[in-house]
């Protein structure tokens, strides 16, 4: 079974950037879409952006559109959630997931992710 370990949450003031970073074992990760999602408190767990198994395709919220960046290295078998400009309502816990049915797509349709981290904590504020 895919194993996800996000890592690269903390503690930054609005306005700060914070990377995090998505290790998968003991399979590729070249073989699946990944996706960032994110539950803050008190709230539904919510899409941020994901990434087809190439690259080639990209998707993002309204809501962190122009401000985070996904990315990955699959030679690494690594994918990256750049997040610059934080805001106070960008804190939650942010899960990467793995989505094995259409590598090829790029979705935010947590539904379609079967294998999930274990989460990292985000914390914006001054």
């Known amino acids: 079974q895919l194993q996800l370990v996000e890592s690269g949450g903390g503690l930054v003031q609005p306005g700060g950037s914070l990377r995090l970073s998505c290790a998968a074992s003991?399979?590729?990760?070249?073989?699946?879409?990944i996706g960032w999602f994110r539950q803050a408190p008190g709230k539904e767990r919510e899409g941020v952006s994901s990434i087809s198994s190439n690259g080639a395709r990209t998707k993002y919220a309204d809501y962190v559109k122009g401000r985070f960046t996904i990315s990955r290295d699959n030679a690494n078998n690594t994918a990256f959630l750049q997040m610059d400009s934080l805001q106070p309502e960008d804190t939650a816990v942010y899960y990467c997931a793995a989505d094995s049915h259409w590598a090829g797509r790029a979705t935010l349709a947590e539904h379609e992710y079967d294998y999930w981290g274990q989460g990292t904590q985000v914390t914006v504020s001054s």
């Open positions: 003991p399979f590729s990760l070249d073989a699946y879409a």
